[in-house]
């Protein structure tokens, strides 16, 4: 299969993902319970790809567990992200230089 192929049935396939659904609901949805499920699915997804990724991006899975655990306390009392970011970094070196 030529590369121009593949990039076509990518484009479709992206092309439908996102119009089907103004295809298919062309009025405002009323149901409570999909409102409520549409509200949270960015942040479910979000989760689901973070988080693995913060475990094992790191030299072992202890640090990456000590730089989520950092990350969460430091958002927590600060909410700052470059912060956040910065601690959790240095909280990954630390972690690297006593566990290696």
Known sequence: ?????????????????????FMLLRGPIKNRFIKSFLYYVP??????MTFPAII???????S????LAVA??????????FTVAISACAAVFVAELFLL
């Open 1 to 21: 299969m030529s590369i121009y192929a593949s990039l076509c049935i990518m484009i479709a396939t992206v092309y439908m993902v996102r119009l089907l659904p």
């Open 43 to 48: 942040y479910v997804t979000l989760s689901v």
């Open 56 to 62: 094992y991006a790191t030299g072992s899975i202890v």
């Open 64 to 67: 990456g567990i000590i730089a």
């Open 72 to 81: 969460v306390i430091v958002a927590w009392i600060r909410g700052d992200l």
